[in-house]
């Protein structure tokens, strides 16, 4: 399936002026003196923290004033002005800028954070050219850690994992951000690095839980964590899934030629959450969408651009839509990358009662006098032929039907997000199969997962509001073999390949 979208990335963004006011002392007085020793002191130590945990001397390629602080038993330093890559305010005192950038950095950037936000006045931070490695800090996007950072470059480092929300919330309050040329990916990829800094983290919680000397909120969430990532098959607290294996010779018991329905994929809470944000990015945002997708397109939702579904969705991603995926294909989690996800909505207008007209208006005819009838006929089965009805709605706001079509994805997924009480007809139509089939789920948080190589439409509901929540999959296994399997299983008619 043809598909076109206008990407969000987690790189570079600038173009953007911030003004700020002079940050208040810790005294209440409009006319403090400037921070003494101890303020000072405390952005001294907090420099030496992070050149000992960057490598230090041994990585470093400039460290001229750092080494000599850091080095053991040596004098205090009152001030960081002729220290490599340091600004200092001249009246405070304060550290303003680090400038660190191709530098030899090595090391978890989560763990300079602590020692970031002693610096309360730093509003450039310059890192990139580095080997800084492990997750990108929310923290960093956060006004209440990071007030006066205004300049941020972490670009060309080992970071992986997802870029946190924050980011997107804080975009305009930064003149510059650069994070790319990382391994950032803005949906949830379960690569091997990924695992790695998971495992790192956790071991940090453990270590943090273990010298506070309790097992309380910190100890939990590394149990939490630990089962979320190394976790493969999460169907165990799942209802079984259900397989409808294909009649057709070719499927030989292939993954690819079953549908494969697992319940409780969402709870109830997240598929409500969805839709609530969805709604309410719609109303923000003059409507659903319905121009992403050039060939078959839907009234949608992209993921991408409502950060607080994004987050939750990429929660869920890591621990239950890919392993439920990898698991119901006989594919590796790290193989699959998911390329779109989004929220399509189908509904179909309420009907209203044309009154019959009178003699005086019989000129100009009852307004919209047969195209509700064209329209509704438009949004009938064609259950002769198999095929599912156009996507073509009774007005730009309603969407009944997706015709069939076949996705450019080897995988892919249809979630419910609503009850089935909602809505009459709708569910997925899989046309490669004798006879066709529908796939209709009557639990909000089922998930049908499919290769998406065959075709497949989106049955017409006849009454309600349907939403669910979308996405495409690739796999990248060796050999590609998944691709060649689904092209094998499901070969395109010669009338297709024309088109």
């Given at each position: 399936m043809k598909r076109s979208w206008t990407s969000s990335t987690s790189g570079t963004s600038g173009s953007f002026t911030l003004g700020f006011s002079a940050f208040a002392s810790s005294s209440t007085s409009a006319s403090a003196p400037p921070p003494g020793p101890p303020r000072l002191a405390a952005e001294i130590e907090a420099l030496v923290a992070i050149f000992r945990a960057t490598g230090g001397a041994s990585a470093w390629r400039k460290h001229d004033g750092w080494s000599s602080a850091a080095a053991p038993h040596s004098p205090s330093s009152s001030s960081a002005t002729a220290w490599f890559g340091v600004t200092v305010a001249p009246t405070s005192g304060r550290i303003t800028t680090l400038s660190l950038s191709n530098n030899g950095l090595t090391g978890r950037l989560s763990e300079l954070v602590p020692h970031l936000r002693v610096l309360i006045a730093l509003s450039s931070l310059r890192l990139s050219g580095n080997s800084l490695r492990g997750f990108l800090p929310a923290e960093l996007a956060c006004i209440e850690a990071m007030p006066a950072l205004s300049v941020l470059d972490v670009s060309q480092n080992l970071l992986v994992g997802t870029t946190p929300r924050q980011?997107?919330?804080?975009?305009?309050?930064?003149?510059?951000?650069?994070?790319?040329?990382?391994?950032l990916s803005i949906f949830y990829r379960a690569t091997e690095e990924v695992h790695a800094a998971e495992r790192e983290e956790e071991a940090e919680v453990a270590v943090n839980a273990s010298g506070s000397g309790g097992a309380g909120g910190g100890g939990g969430g590394a149990a939490s964590t630990t089962a979320a990532a190394e976790i493969v098959v999460v169907v165990g607290d799942m209802e079984t899934s259900e397989h409808v294996d294909a009649a057709a010779a070719a499927a030989a018991g292939h993954a690819l030629g079953s549908v494969h329905l697992t319940e409780g994929v969402l709870s109830r809470s997240d598929c409500e959450r969805v839709v609530a944000l969805a709604e309410e990015h719609a109303r923000g945002r003059g409507g659903w969408r319905s121009d992403r997708h050039t060939m078959y397109r839907t009234m949608d939702i992209d993921v991408r651009d409502v950060p607080p579904m994004l987050e939750l969705l990429n929660a869920r991603l890591r621990s239950r839509i890919m392993p439920v995926m990898a698991a119901m294909f006989g594919v590796r989690p790290t193989d699959l990358m998911l390329e779109d996800l989004f929220v399509a909505k189908y509904s179909v207008p309420t009907p209203t009662l044309t009154p019959?007209?009178?003699?005086?208006?019989?000129?100009?005819?009852?307004?919209?006098?047969?195209?509700?009838?064209?329209?509704?006929?438009?949004?009938?089965?064609?259950?002769?032929?198999?095929?599912?009805?156009?996507?073509?709605?009774?007005?730009?706001r309603h969407q009944a039907a997706l015709k069939a079509h076949r996705d450019d994805s080897e995988l892919s997924f249809v979630l419910l997000l609503n009850d089935a009480a909602d809505f009459a007809g709708g569910g997925t139509e899989f046309l490669d199969w004798s006879p066709p089939f529908v796939a209709a789920p009557t639990m909000k948080g089922c998930m049908v997962s499919f290769c998406g190589l065959q075709r497949h439409g989106g049955r017409a509901i006849t009454s309600g509001t349907r939403y669910i929540l979308a996405g495409f999959v690739r796999v990248f296994d060796e050999g590609r073999v998944t691709r060649k399997e689904g092209n094998r299983i499901f070969p395109r008619e010669a009338e297709e390949e024309e088109e």
């Open positions: 980011f997107a919330e804080r975009s305009r309050a930064f003149e510059w951000r650069d994070c790319t040329a990382n391994r019959t007209p009178t003699p005086c208006a019989s000129a100009a005819g009852p307004p919209g006098g047969g195209e509700g009838q064209a329209a509704t006929k438009k949004r009938k089965l064609q259950s002769s032929s198999g095929s599912t009805a156009s996507s073509a709605a009774s007005s730009t």
